[in-house]
């Protein structure tokens, strides 16, 4: 009876710890928001954008005291900047655990397999070129190119060994990547013009046109999270093995193929309206699983919380350091990502 009795109160204490922590992410995640709204060169007060968002309810009418020009703002500029930010930090994150779980790879991240280089190549294909893929956008092609490199990628991988490796897929998506970098280079030596607007897109921005952007990726950010979350017990009895998790009646390949495929599709798509932003998906599972622990359960959730925040304020620092000029936001999470990810480095090897 003692011994149940002592099990009882440490999983008692541990829901508390974890619904705590989550209350935390939440908090931190709303005043990220907050900044993000409120941080720029129109000044926008708490309670103006407070009474602002409040008559925008049903059956709630309230003066804000906003002026038409400040209410633009909020409600064109800053607010879909924001959504957009914690959409794409989000996504990244969670695909990153995902990534991370399902590669057993302390360092993979939702660009392991291309994705990044093939959007790269569509972006580029798109701006300098033109031709059909001129015509069909920037986004799109981006969201092609990031597709169609991580489909070769894993059909190479599955010509060479099947699809039962990791290291098979993983290596597979570095010679992809390679190959899609060597045609991005030749496209732009032969159409070096437009140079200054392929490498503004590929350092990462959130400038938004209202709401568009927002909606387009809504639905895929949505699909992505959702089936990443339902596979999270699955992802820790996959930490112990391809050999073990077969065993226990897991499909190691099936499970990878399916979490590969779903974490590209949301990565792909938040991609093609931001640009290229990396370590967002190694800094914030790594930073997440040092507070609590391997386990996905909570890992994912708070990842896709952590994530949101961690990109909207880097947006804030990234208008704001150089203001009235704006550092391209993949530039302020490389400065935020590069010694973290020496520490991930770091941490692997005394680990081994």
Not at 52 to 61: I, T, Y
Not at 88 to 103: K, M, P, R, W
Not at 122 to 129: H, M, P, R
């Amino acid at each position: 009876m003692k011994v149940i009795g002592r099990s009882q109160v440490v999983r008692e204490r541990n829901i508390g710890r974890q619904t705590l922590i989550i209350v935390g992410a939440v908090a931190v995640l709303i005043v990220a928001l907050g900044a993000g709204i409120l941080v720029g060169p129109v000044n926008l007060t708490v309670r103006g954008v407070t009474l602002e968002l409040l008559n925008a309810l049903p059956f709630v009418d309230v003066d804000s005291g906003l002026t038409a020009r400040q209410q633009v703002i909020l409600w064109d500029i800053r607010m879909p900047r924001v959504a957009l930010g914690a959409l794409v930090g989000a996504t990244l994150a969670i695909a990153g655990a995902a990534y991370q779980g399902v590669f057993r790879n302390p360092l993979a991240d939702p660009y392991l397999l291309g994705v990044s280089s093939g959007a790269g190549l569509g972006a580029t294909l798109a701006i300098a070129v033109g031709g059909v893929m001129g015509m069909v956008g920037v986004p799109v092609a981006a969201f092609l190119g990031g597709l169609a490199a991580v489909a070769a990628a894993y059909a190479l991988g599955q010509t060479v060994g099947g699809a039962r490796s990791e290291v098979v897929i993983i290596l597979a998506g570095v010679a992809v990547a390679a190959f899609a970098n060597a045609a991005q280079t030749f496209f732009l030596q032969l159409h070096d013009d437009s140079l200054r607007q392929v490498y503004s897109w590929l350092l990462g921005r959130l400038s938004t046109d209202g709401w568009s952007d927002v909606v387009s990726v809504l639905p895929y950010v949505v699909i992505c999270a959702v089936v990443i979350v339902l596979y999270r017990r699955t992802l820790d009895v996959m930490a112990v093995g391809d050999v073990e998790a077969a065993s226990l009646g897991i499909q190691p390949a099936r499970v990878r193929l399916i979490l590969v495929a779903i974490a590209t599709l949301g990565t792909a798509a938040v991609v093609s309206v931001s640009g290229l932003i990396g370590f967002v998906g190694i800094v914030v599972p790594h930073a997440v699983r040092i507070i609590v622990g391997p386990g996905h359960r909570l890992l994912l959730p708070l990842s896709l919380l952590v994530g949101a925040s961690f990109l909207v304020v880097a947006d804030v620092v990234a208008r704001t350091v150089m203001a009235p000029a704006e550092l391209p936001i993949g530039v302020v999470t490389a400065a935020i990502g590069a010694p973290f990810f020496l520490l991930v480095l770091r941490r692997s090897r005394a680990s081994t």
